[in-house]
């Protein structure tokens, strides 16, 4: 089973940058697909943007050209540079690992003047 850790959330004003961070265990890390994801007070998770183990990427259309997935399999990280940040922002991230269904337990983004 791999147990995820996530890290970086905060308070940042509109425009501002963040970074989060999620630590994984498990020896092979490296095989993972990784995703982060997202969810607002009333409204369902969605999908942010994920990275292949081979380092592919993908991005939610409203995150697009904004945010950027990286991963470091020697230190089994997988990271989400949150750049030009908006209140729609606002939400918990959670960090997944697809092939085992595993989720961390969020970190808060808040994105507010």
């Known amino acids: 089973q791999v147990q995820l850790v996530e890290s970086g959330g905060g308070l940042v004003q509109p425009g501002g940058s963040l970074r989060l961070s999620c630590a994984a265990t498990?020896?092979?890390?490296?095989?993972?697909?990784m995703g982060w994801y997202r969810q607002a007070p009333g409204k369902l998770r969605e999908w942010v943007a994920i990275i292949t183990g081979g380092g592919s990427t993908n991005y939610a259309d409203s995150v697009k050209g904004r945010f950027t997935i990286s991963r470091d399999n020697a230190k089994s990280t997988v990271s989400l540079q949150m750049n030009s940040l908006k209140p729609e922002d606002t939400a918990v991230y959670y960090c997944?690992?697809?092939?085992?269904?595993?989720w961390g337990q969020g970190t808060q983004v808040t994105v507010s003047s």
């Open positions: 997944h690992t697809i092939a085992t269904g595993s």
């Open positions: 498990g020896s092979i890390f490296s095989t993972y697909t």
